[in-house]
C-alpha cells in the first residue's frame, strides 16, 4: 500500500494531534497544514514535538498529491473547510461537532452526495474499546429492549479547554452542548441503536464569564497567582480570562430526551466539577450495564475502565476490565485514524456517520435553543 500524503485544516492542539496519529499509524504523514495563525500552529507543534510544513489554504487544496485532509479547525469553520476539501476532490476527516447549526450539517450532507466523497466525523469514542463493548452488549439482546439511558459528564478541565477561549463563544460554538456534548449523543446514539426523536432542556451559566475585560489574558492579569483558573502553563496556549464579558455559552445543563426507539434519556453537562469523567448507564428490560471511565481528580489520575453488567435473572454480573494505556482517548483517536486512512485506501465510504454527526448536532442545537427560551420539546427535524 502506498504512503498516504493528508494535508491538514488546522493546526492547533487537535489538528496536531491528529496528524501525529496518522504518522504514529505506519500508514502515511501529514505533509501540509493551512493554518491562519501560524504562530498559534507552531506553539502546538513545538508542544508536540511535530514539525508540518505550513502552506497556503489554496496550495493545499489544489494539490493533487493529497490523499485526503483532515479539519481540525474551530467548530464555526467545519462547515466551510470540509466542503471545500470535498469539492476539491478529497475524502475528509472532520473534526466533531459536524457544525455549529443543522443547516451546516444539512448542507454538508447534500455536497457529500454530490461530490461522491467521504465525509467523516471525528467520533473517536466509537472506536474506544469500552464504547465498543457497550454497544455490542447491548446489539447482542442480552440487556432486552433498552428503555433508559443516563449519561453524566463531568467536565474537570472546563476553564482551561472551554473558557479560556473561542470555545465559550456563542458565535463560534454556538453551545458546550455541541462542542462537548456532541460525543456523548452520538454514543447514546450508537449504544441504544436509536436516533433521539425529542427533547426538552434546562441550562444556565452558574460559574464562568463575568465582568471582566474581554482583552485580559492570564499572564498580565494581577491576580495571576491566585485565580483559581489561571492557566500559566505555555504547552496549552489558551489564557483569557474566564470571567470576561463575552462569555455566553451554559456551563451547567441538563437535556431530556426521548429516542424514536421510546427509550427514555438524560444528560447532564457540569463544567466545574472537581474529576473529569463520563458515566453512561442504560438499562433494558433484562438487565442494565454501566461504564466506569478513568477520572483526573484533585489527587490525580485514577486509572481504571470497567463495564459493568448486572442482569434481573440468571447470570448475577459481569464486568469487563480494559488495559488502555494507549494515549489519545485510550488509543482510539490512533484507531480512528487507522480505520479512516484504510477505508480511503479501499474505497470504501462510511455514509451513516455523516448521518449520526448531523443527529448528535441536532439535539445539541435543539437542546441549546429549548434552555435559552421557554424549556419547550422540540422534535428533531429530518435529514433533508
Ligand atoms: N474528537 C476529539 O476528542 C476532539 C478533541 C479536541 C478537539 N476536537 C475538535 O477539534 C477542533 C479544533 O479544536 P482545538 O482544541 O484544536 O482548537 P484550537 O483553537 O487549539 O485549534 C484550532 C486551530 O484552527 C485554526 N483556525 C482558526 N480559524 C481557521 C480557519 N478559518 N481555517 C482553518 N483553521 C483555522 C486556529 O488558528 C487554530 O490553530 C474543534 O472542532 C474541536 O471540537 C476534537
Known amino acids: 500500500m502506498k504512503a498516504f500524503r493528508i494535508g491538514l485544516i488546522g493546526a492547533g492542539g487537535r489538528g496536531v494531534s491528529l496528524a ?7 500508514l502515511g504523514d ?6 491562519p495563525n501560524p504562530s498559534y500552529a507552531k506553539e502546538w507543534m513545538r508542544a508536540a514535538e511535530y514539525e508540518i510544513p ?8 489544489s494539490d493533487p498529491k493529497l490523499d485526503g485532509v483532515i479539519v481540525g479547525s474551530p467548530d464555526h469553520c467545519h462547515r ?8 476539491a476532490g478529497k475524502p475528509v476527516l472532520c473534526e466533531k461537532p459536524m457544525a455549529i447549526s ?12 454530490e461530490t461522491r466523497q467521504s465525509l467523516r466525523i471525528g467520533f473517536n469514542l466509537r472506536f474506544h474499546p469500552l464504547y465498543q463493548k457497550m454497544q455490542e452488549i447491548a446489539a447482542s439482546g442480552k440487556l432486552g429492549r433498552i428503555t433508559t439511558v443516563w449519561i453524566r459528564h463531568f467536565v474537570g478541565f472546563g476553564g482551561t479547554y472551554y473558557f479560556q477561549d473561542w470555545h465559550s463563544r456563542r458565535a463560534l460554538s454556538t453551545s458546550l452542548l455541541l462542542q462537548k456534548a456532541t460525543h456523548d449523543f452520538d454514543v447514546m446514539h450508537f449504544v441504544a441503536g436509536s436516533y433521539t426523536r425529542r427533547l ?3 441550562g444556565r451559566r452558574s460559574y464562568y464569564g463575568g465582568d471582566r475585560s474581554n482583552a485580559l489574558t492570564c499572564p498580565e492579569c494581577e491576580e495571576k ?3 483559581p483558573e489561571t492557566n500559566l502553563d505555555p504547552a496549552v496556549p489558551r489564557n483569557q480570562c474566564a470571567f470576561r464579558q463575552e462569555v455566553d455559552v451554559e456551563d451547567n ?4 430526551m426521548e429516542l424514536e426507539s421510546g427509550a427514555i434519556a438524560t444528560y447532564g453537562q457540569c463544567h466545574f466539577s472537581p474529576d473529569y469523567h463520563r458515566s453512561y448507564v442504560f438499562i433494558g428490560t433484562k438487565g442494565r450495564m454501566e461504564s466506569f471511565e478513568s477520572m483526573r481528580r484533585v489527587e490525580g489520575w485514577q486509572r481504571d475502565n470497567r463495564v459493568e453488567v448486572l442482569y434481573r435473572q440468571g447470570v448475577e454480573r459481569e464486568t469487563f476490565h480494559f488495559d488502555l494505556t494507549g494515549s489519545g482517548h485510550g488509543g482510539a483517536d490512533l484507531r480512528m485514524i487507522r480505520n479512516w486512512l484504510l477505508s480511503i485506501h479501499e474505497g470504501r465510504a462510511d455514509t451513516e456517520n455523516p448521518i449520526a454527526g448531523r443527529q448528535s448536532v441536532a439535539v445539541g442545537c435543539l437542546a441549546a435553543e429549548s434552555l435559552r427560551t421557554d424549556n419547550r420539546w422540540l422534535t428533531l427535524p429530518s435529514v433533508v
Open 225 to 227: 497567582y491566585t485565580c
Open 200 to 202: 426538552t432542556a434546562l
Open 253 to 256: 445543563e441538563s437535556v431530556l
Open 102 to 113: 443543522i443547516a451546516d450539517c444539512d448542507e454538508m450532507l447534500r455536497v457529500q452526495k
Open 30 to 35: 501529514v505533509v501540509a497544514a493551512y493554518d
Open 80 to 87: 466551510q473547510d470540509a466542503i471545500d476539501g470535498l469539492r
Open 20 to 26: 501525529k496519529n496518522v504518522s504514529e499509524s505506519g
Open 54 to 61: 505550513l502552506v497556503d489554504r489554496d496550495s493545499l487544496l
